[in-house]
């Protein structure tokens, strides 16, 4: 027996659930690649795109996912032979470190752990050794979704200046856009990059990199530049060098759409609705959590991301039986935990087209899925979430 006809909920960490205005945007023929109108499009999203970004800088618009715009950030600012450093806090930068290495690039990795966030004393003391100045760029995420670490950037950008390091700060959003503040221009970032499928509730398939004049002129003599990632290429009177090449039409509408609801909603209630959502999950993971029984991967409350949660389970069970259940019996997708969480955690995640009732049912049918898998777990978990959002969502 199931109980899972209806809509599935997906609670994985990209892509997220798509709203139906989002899907209604792409139902719709094609235009004119080289029509006002298409440039009228671009014009919009790059000018929005920035505000998102909260950079005064150049933003480029990538046919890619978030490797993609990976390979865009350091083929553009580096050069063959140049060190990085990259800060461990999850996967996700030492997967981004590992990409330069496929590049020829020097990555040296500053150990973190997958439970805290990165130290910026650390950063600060690393930078104060190099002294010949060798480090040409600092690698990070703001929220690592393996882990589910949110780091803090603006003391990370300020452990840099401290340790009177001019690298380049460059930062991963692909799961903190739209969702968390950034403030690049503000916290001194460099580079920043993102993707579309998870808080800005589009489809894969579109790459977003932000540039400041510090990384612009570091860009005019690297030497890994490609013809379709060059940031130089896609400048010009010509509308397609935008996109180097077709625009992706049909991305760029669902785009169109989900940036319009996001700012009708106001960048700071999406943000309050994301840190509530979040909250009402480390709740119910609370109540679940014993001494033999579930655990939030993040040890420090002020270190978990708001975008998703990383669940350790009891070691002799096997998230996946979780995973399985949730998904055949009640049509509810979790997160899978990867790397170092794997076959250890499941992953439930929280941002872009999210609201109480969504994250409500999806806590409800976990604790359905403990009870009948006999999985150690506290009671009252969903119950705890109900309570924390009627204590802080005001009448």
């Known amino acids: 027996m199931v109980v899972r006809a209806g809509r599935e909920f997906l609670a994985i960490p990209g892509p997220t659930t798509m709203p139906d205005e989002v899907l209604r ?30 950079t005064k800088g150049q933003v480029y618009i990538h046919i890619a996912n978030g490797h993609g715009a990976w390979e865009s950030t350091l083929t553009n600012v580096l050069s063959r032979g140049d ?75 300020k452990a840099i200046r401290a340790a009177g390091h001019d690298a380049l700060l460059m930062v991963d959003t692909v799961a903190s856009l739209g969702c968390i503040p950034f ?14 499928q998870k808080g800005l509730m589009t489809p894969p398939g579109l790459g977003f990199v932000a ?39 049909h991305l760029l509408f669902a785009l169109r ?31 679940w959590a014993d001494a033999d029984g579930l655990a939030l991967n993040v040890e420090r409350p002020e270190e978990r991301a708001d975008t998703v949660t990383a669940i350790l389970t009891p070691e002799g069970h096997d998230p996946a039986a979780l995973q399985a259940y949730c998904r055949d019996k009640c049509g509810v997708v979790l997160g899978t935990g990867i790397g170092d969480l794997a076959g250890r955690s499941f992953r439930v995640a929280h941002m872009g ?43």
């Not at 995420?141 to 393996?146: M, P, R, Y």
């Not at 209630?269 to 609370?286: K, S, T, W």
């Open 25 to 54: 945007a792409m139902h719709r023929p094609a235009i004119d690649i080289y029509s006002p109108e298409m440039m009228q499009l671009s014009e919009g999203l790059l000018r929005d795109l920035r505000k998102l970004f909260a």
């Open 83 to 157: 060190r990085i450093l990259v800060l461990e806090s999850g996967r996700f930068a030492i997967g981004w470190g590992e990409a330069a290495r496929t590049l020829g690039v020097e990555a040296e990795f500053l150990p973190g752990g997958w439970r805290r966030a990165v130290r910026p004393e650390e950063v600060e003391a690393r930078l104060r050794r190099d002294t010949a100045r060798s480090i040409k760029a600092v690698l990070v995420v703001q929220v690592d979704t393996a882990s589910g670490v949110v780091n803090d950037i603006p003391a990370i950008a």
């Open 183 to 196: 403030e690049m221009d503000a916290w001194g970032v460099d580079v920043a990059m993102s993707a579309s």
């Open 211 to 249: 540039a400041n004049d510090r990384a612009l002129k570091v860009h005019a003599t690297a030497d890994l530049r490609t013809p379709y990632w060059d940031w130089s290429g896609r400048v010009g009177e010509e509308h397609y060098r935008i996109y180097c090449g077709t625009a992706p039409v």
């Open 257 to 287: 759409a989900a940036i319009d609801m996001l700012f009708a909603e106001g960048l700071e209630a999406a943000r309050l609705r994301h840190r509530l959502i979040a909250g009402a999950v480390r709740a119910a993971v609370g109540a």
């Open 353 to 395: 087209h999210i609201n109480a009732p969504m994250i409500l049912g999806t806590l409800g049918v976990v604790e359905m899925g403990l009870r009948a898998l006999k999985i150690p777990h506290g009671a009252g978990g969903a119950q705890a979430a109900v309570d924390y959002l009627a204590d802080t969502v005001p009448a």
